[in-house]
């Protein structure tokens, strides 16, 4: 996925070489729930990589650097999101759809990803943050450039859709 220099010389290098090793995956797990679409994941994770090299030098620490490149990947993800290209194209997925490296197992797991990947990205971003990357409230909030109450709310809600979601499914049979 990212090309990065096999000796890299600075530490700025190595420390690049670094966050892509630890990160790439779960950014692209992320992207892809955000975006529902394998390649334009990629090409985000590529672009968040690219801002991220850009911003080392200017990293504060005011927060880890998972939150940070969290937040730098809901911000490329949003403007990916607004493009006109992808307003008029079709985002509905089905199980099929779903790559192989966000695939769980279980069946249960695969109700419960189809069923995440039907709620609003709003709601599905902070399911997604809570339970898969395990970040707490404040965190989620911080990346999100959001208030903490308002991250809670959202949880709240998206736990409710996807309970009804799943309730709807065992219904249905």
């Not at 994770?45 to 080392?56: M, P, T």
């Not at 990916?80 to 797991?109: G, K, Y």
Request: aromatic share 6%; hydrophobic share 40%.
């Amino acid at each position: 996925m990212m090309e990065v220099a096999r000796d890299p010389g600075s530490d700025q290098d190595r420390l690049f070489v670094e966050l892509v090793n630890e990160h790439q995956r779960m950014l692209l797990h992320m992207c892809y729930v955000y975006l529902r679409d394998q390649e334009l994941a990629r090409d985000a994770v590529q672009e968040i990589f690219l801002k991220a090299y850009r911003g080392l030098d200017s990293f504060r620490g005011e927060s880890n650097v998972k939150t940070w490149l969290i937040q730098i990947a809901v911000n490329t993800c949003k403007s990916m999101r607004r493009s006109a290209w992808l307003r008029h194209h079709d985002r509905r997925i089905t199980p099929e759809d779903i790559p192989q490296t966000v695939l769980m197992t279980r069946e249960e797991d695969m109700d419960v990803m189809c069923g995440i990947m039907r709620l609003p990205p709003k709601l599905r971003e902070v399911i997604m943050l809570y339970y898969w990357q395990d970040m707490n409230v404040s965190e989620i909030a911080q990346s999100l450039g959001v208030a903490q109450s308002t991250v809670s709310r959202r949880l709240k809600h998206a736990r409710d859709e996807l309970h009804a979601v799943l309730d709807r499914r065992d219904e249905d049979g």
